[in-house]
């Protein structure tokens, strides 16, 4: 009965911590993409004030 529960507090802790990772990685992604923009921006702007 005790590994019964156990497996699944494991299983739910191994959930947990996926879903955690997969938000942080979209979250890095996320900041990645607002950088790259945020540098085209910023060539777009310096090539036209040339």
Known sequence: MNDLVQER???A??????KKR????LA?????GLEARHTAKL????????
């Open 9 to 11: 507090i494991d299983e």
């Open 13 to 18: 802790r191994r959930k947990t911590a996926a």
């Open 22 to 25: 997969a938000r942080q990685e």
């Open 28 to 32: 890095e992604a996320r900041i990645r």
């Open 43 to 50: 060539r777009r702007w310096n090539k036209d004030q040339r």
